[in-house]
Nanobody, 126 residues
Framework: QVQLVESGGGLVQAGGSLRLSCAASGRIFSSYDMGWFRQAPGKERVFVAGISRSGGNADYADSVKGRFTISRDNAKNTVYLQMNSLKAEDTALYYC???????????????????WGQGTQVTVSS
């Protein structure tokens, strides 16, 4: 069992930056792939970024490539999402997710993740 708690969301102007954190408790954090998803009102939950258990592989949605960076600190049981050059269309509820890793492939589909946090709201004003 893994418990995930996101933090770092808020209101920011377009062009600004935020860093989201996701603290994990429970079993061995370094055995889990981690991902960030987001869901805007009336829309489906979509993949934003993911990182393999070792941190050696990462993947991003095309919409955030070059602006967002995912990283993890296995000693602190925490995964981060650095978001720069934010746009109004980045406004959403951001979720952290985890799944027991069985390879170095980064899972990009929501159904591949078993554990989810409650989400943190990011609002970008234009």
């Amino acid at each position: 069992q893994v418990q995930l708690v996101e933090s770092g969301g808020g209101l920011v102007q377009a062009g600004g930056s935020l860093r989201l954190s996701c603290a994990a408790s429970g079993r061995i954090f370094s055995s889990y792939d981690m991902g960030w998803f987001r869901q805007a009102p009336g829309k489906e939950r979509v993949f934003v970024a993911g990182i393999s258990r070792s941190g050696g592989n990462a993947d991003y949605a095309d919409s955030v490539k070059g602006r967002f960076t995912i990283s993890r600190d296995n000693a602190k049981n925490t995964v981060y999402l650095q978001m720069n050059s934010l746009k109004a269309e980045d406004t959403a509820l951001y979720y952290c997710a985890a799944r027991w890793a069985n390879s170095e492939r980064v899972p990009v589909s929501w159904y591949e993740y078993r554990y989810w946090g409650q989400g943190t709201q990011v609002t970008v004003s234009s």
